[in-house]
């Protein structure tokens, strides 16, 4: 059973940083691409950002692009959301996602296992 443990969310003001992980276990974490989404209340799910197996082939949301960086450790089974310059809009709950393929993907009914999430929530 694939498990993933988000943390790293919490607290900030507007233009202040955060770094969220995502731990893995249950599978080789190596052989699969991940994805971060997020949900706002009362909003759907959103892609915010995806990578592949390798680390070498990142998507991201237009809303994001230039403010978050994903990035993965293969060697610790780990991937991560550094976000920047963050903004009250990118308030929600942020869960990490794998899916059963090497390569990246922004939807989100091509992952198949998910996280708890983890809050985070911007003040203005």
């Known amino acids: 059973q694939v498990q993933l443990v988000e943390s790293g969310g919490g607290l900030v003001q507007a233009g202040g940083s955060l770094r969220l992980s995502c731990a893995a276990s249950?599978?080789?974490?190596?052989?699969?691409?991940m994805g971060w989404f997020r949900q706002a209340p009362g909003k759907g799910r959103e892609f915010v950002a995806a990578i592949s197996w390798s680390g070498g082939v990142t998507y991201y949301a237009d809303s994001v692009k230039g403010r978050f960086t994903i990035s993965r450790d293969n060697a610790k089974n780990t991937m991560y959301l550094q976000m920047n310059s963050l903004k009250p809009e990118d308030t929600a709950v942020y869960y990490c996602?794998?899916?059963?393929?090497?390569?990246?993907?922004?939807?989100?009914?091509?992952?198949?296992?998910w996280g708890q999430g983890t809050q985070v929530t911007v003040s203005s």
């Open positions: 249950g599978r080789t974490f190596g052989n699969y691409a």
């Open positions: 996602a794998s899916r059963a393929g090497m390569w990246a993907s922004m939807h989100a009914n091509q992952y198949d296992y």
